[in-house]
């Protein structure tokens, strides 16, 4: 705990990654975007859809906003940020998300500032899941090593619990992916959800409409092929070209596997690999697959054979 404790009070290994953006708390970006005439409104009735969600689920505090740092104002030419610029995201051990503005981040505030609200909204709502799936550490030669994660397992001696997948599989029996994609489902639903209820529609420039589809969940597949055509800039280029990766490798994996294994009971899947994520508790999951698809469904389709083999190391 005081190894955590001091990972936790200092943010600067995660920044210093970016040196050209500069970071600020979500809640004074929130209130520097209102001085400057931004509705804020979206986010903040998204965020209370998130916790009443949440809380059918089991999480009963979101990830503090002081805990979100945001990337803007930055002073490489061409800088373009948003949910999919590159090594941003929640880090479990600092128990802190870094995240960018969506759009050019060479100013103080966002170009499309819709649009920018509702892909915080969507980063927000997706790390507070990750802040709060179930957990724990062991002490390793004084450091902590994280052996569960929501319902992914890793040994201290480093055996992941499930195997990546192959390259440009539609199928997944990852458990990093699962999870990833049910966050994301959530966070993408509320998204949606609060664009319907603000009326916020699609830029027009292509890249808008791309992340607009993105943070709403309703891209298709003609959307991801025309994001590896993106006529654009450098990183809006990689923009575009991560957004559609992130699309074919994690959110339609999900909705492969759900399925695949839940098919007329998708929602119901997901639910309980959400409330399972929360409480770390595959017990009535496990018992939901067991009766659809016969006894030790969960671990039949991720336990790897390598995970209790003796004498491996990380």
């Known amino acids: 705990m005081a190894a955590l404790s001091a990972m936790r009070a200092d943010a600067s290994p995660l920044t210093d990654k970016h040196p050209a953006h500069v970071f600020r ?12 005439g931004i509705d804020t409104a979206p986010f903040h009735a998204g965020v209370e859809d998130a916790t009443r969600r949440y809380a059918g689920y089991g999480l009963s505090r979101l990830l503090p906003l002081d805990r979100v740092l945001v990337g803007c104002e930055s002073t490489r030419p061409g800088a373009f940020g948003g949910f999919h610029h590159q090594d941003q995201g929640y880090r479990h051990l600092q128990m802190i ?43 390793m030669a004084g450091l902590p090593v994280r052996t569960q994660y929501g319902i992914n397992y890793r040994r201290a001696t480093g055996q992941a619990y499930s195997v990546a997948d192959e390259h440009g599989s539609r199928h997944t029996r990852n458990l990093g992916i699962v999870m990833e994609g049910a966050c994301d489902r959530e966070a993408r639903s509320l998204t949606r959800k609060t664009a319907e209820r603000f009326d916020i529609t699609e830029p027009t420039d292509a890249l808008g409409v791309l992340s607009f ?4 969940g309703t891209l298709t597949e003609y959307d991801c092929r025309r994001a590896a055509d993106m006529p654009e800039s450098t990183e809006r280029t990689q923009y575009a070209a991560a957004l559609r990766n992130y699309e074919t490798g994690v959110n339609s994996r999900y909705l492969h596997f759900l399925g695949e294994f839940a098919p007329g009971e998708e929602d119901e899947c997901h639910t309980r690999l959400v409330e399972a994520i929360i409480s770390g508790d595959t017990t009535t999951l496990g018992a939901w697959l067991d009766e659809r698809h016969g006894p030790g469904t969960f671990a039949g389709l991720f336990r790897t054979p390598r995970y209790f083999q003796p004498g491996l190391t990380a």
């Open 213 to 216: 589809r993105d943070v709403t």
């Open 97 to 139: 998300a870094v995240i960018t503005m969506h759009g050019p981040m060479e100013r103080r505030t966002p170009e499309h500032p819709a649009l920018a609200l509702l892909d915080l909204l969507r980063a927000y709502a997706h790390d507070c899941l990750h802040y709060g799936s179930r957990r724990r550490y062991v002490e």
């Open 25 to 36: 708390p979500l809640s004074e970006i929130l209130s520097r975007w209102a001085a400057d």
